[in-house]
T-cell receptor, first 111, second 114 residues
């Protein structure tokens, strides 16, 4: 079936630290992949996306590369800020079902 | 630019009461969705509507009904609320159906059932 697995949180980092949040997927075919971010008290908003293998999505210093061989879409940022504290969701968009979300990873960045 | 608007933002119900969550989008999207978000469970799809006039069950439809009133509006009804339905509910929409790209979310409706 279709599923998304992302690393359990919470993740706590100091400001300017390197961030990686792992995400792997199972799907029929080659789905589009997304990272969404949810700030406290708000809905989810798209952070970045990739629609085919080897595509790199990027936004606000965050990056993720669509790796078909490892079925992964890990989120990275070189230097996190306090304002990046949020919950991050990985999602897969297979062609045979609606979007499938991971369970979310809460990130806390401390000054 | 309103995007996806949900009402109400907060609601407290007693077990057995009924209520309807309203959702409207102004982006001319064809597909609309209702999710619930619970701690440690991520987002789970309740119902969706791929286009005006159609609705389909998602992962957790029991205890809910939906109506796609027109292209803009998609409501979620709880006929007899239960404490297990305490959650944050999100409405979302996108241009087309499966494989067509990103979802746009509302700000959420926090429901507590006592």
């Amino acid at each position: 079936g279709n599923s998304v697995t992302q690393m359990e949180g919470p993740v706590t980092l100091s400001e300017e630290a390197f961030l990686t949040i792992n995400c792997t997927y199972t799907a029929t075919g080659y789905p589009s992949l997304f990272w969404y971010v949810q700030y406290p008290g708000e809905g989810l908003q798209l952070l970045l996306k990739a629609t085919k293998a080897d595509d790199k999505g990027s936004n606000k210093g965050f990056e993720a590369t669509y790796r078909k061989e490892t079925t992964s879409f890990h989120l990275e940022k070189g230097s996190v800020q306090v304002s990046d504290s949020a919950v991050y969701f990985c999602a897969s968009d297979p062609r045979n079902t609606p979007l499938v979300f991971g369970k979310g990873t809460r990130l806390s960045v401390i000054a | 630019n309103a995007g996806v608007t949900q009402t109400p933002k907060f609601q407290v119900l007693k077990t057995g009461q009924s209520m309807t969550l309203q959702c409207a989008q102004d982006m001319n999207h064809n597909s609309m969705y209702w999710y619930r978000q619970d701690p440690g469970m991520g987002l789970r799809l309740i119902y969706y509507s791929a286009s005006e006039g159609t609705t389909d069950k998602g992962e957790v439809p029991n205890g809910y009904n939906v109506s796609r009133l027109n292209k803009r509006e998609f409501s979620l009804r709880l006929e007899s609320a239960a404490p297990s339905q305490t959650s944050v509910y999100f409405c979302a929409s996108r241009t087309g159906g499966r494989g067509t790209g990103e979802l746009f979310f509302g700000e959420g409706s926090r429901l507590t059932v006592l």
